[in-house]
């Protein structure tokens, strides 16, 4: 099984920074990562499917890099509607796991 | 357009079965997997594993092989869920998502709630 840790677990940026979210896999995926945003109450929305595919309609603030086993995910200048939890998905190699989540908040 | 639309929140006693569905709207049910996933109350989600309608594929986690069975209606383009001998630790929010090679988990339902409580 795949182990998916994602970092960090929370953190707290102000309107127009940068948001910086890393997962590291223990096995080497290509480049079969995904990333989520969930609001409360809500499933989650599937922002970069693998290849770092931005989904369509996700504005272009959202980007995401990475290969192998190192994965970034990026928000340039953050919004305050992007306060949500963010999660990636490894769908490489079943079981597809999930990452721990981040919490993004505004100051 | 695409819509999964999962039944209702359940309620049920520690020890019984629940069984819930996903049925799919908007595109042509056999192309593509239907996932399942388990998310506790503030924490991450788990993949609990995948039906393929156009050959009856399934695959389970291990985790969750005895807990989970997945079964089809294709007349109604329903997958369900069925989970067995619940206990507490089974309460969450249950959320099924079609898959498919390299789509991501694209579409999603809006999720079941299972409570398990005396």
């Known amino acids: 099984e795949t182990t998916v840790t994602q970092s960090p677990a929370s953190l707290s940026v102000a309107t127009g920074e940068k948001v910086t979210i890393r997962c590291i896999t223990s096995?080497?995926?290509?480049?079969?990562m995904n990333w989520y945003q969930q609001k409360p109450g809500e499933p989650p929305k599937l922002l970069i499917s693998?290849?770092?595919t931005l989904r369509p309609g996700v504005p272009s603030r959202f980007s995401s890099s990475g290969y192998g086993t190192d994965f970034v995910f990026t928000i340039e200048n953050t919004l305050s509607e992007d306060v949500a939890d963010y999660y990636c998905?490894?769908?490489?190699?079943?079981?597809?796991?999930f990452g721990g989540g981040t919490k993004l908040e505004i100051k | 357009q695409v819509q999964l639309q999962q039944s209702g929140a359940e309620l049920v006693k520690p020890g019984a079965s629940v069984k819930m569905s996903c049925k799919a709207f908007?595109?042509?049910?056999?192309?593509?997997?239907i996932e399942w996933m388990k998310q506790n109350h503030g924490k991450s989600l788990e993949w609990i594993g995948n039906?393929?309608?156009?050959?009856?594929?399934?695959k389970y986690n291990e985790k969750f092989k005895g807990k989970a069975k997945l079964t089809v209606e294709k007349s109604s383009s329903t997958v369900y869920l069925e989970l067995s001998r619940l206990t507490s630790d089974d309460s969450a929010v249950y959320y099924c998502?079609?898959?498919?090679?390299?789509?991501?988990?694209?579409?999603w339902g809006q999720g079941t709630l299972v409570t398990v409580s005396a």
């Open positions: 998502a079609r898959g498919g090679l390299r789509q991501g988990f694209a579409y």
């Open positions: 908007g595109y042509t049910f056999t192309t593509y997997p």
């Open positions: 039906f393929h309608p156009y050959n009856d594929d399934t």
């Open positions: 096995t080497d995926i290509d480049d079969d």
């Open positions: 693998e290849g770092n």
């Open positions: 998905l490894q769908s490489d190699n079943m079981p597809y796991t």
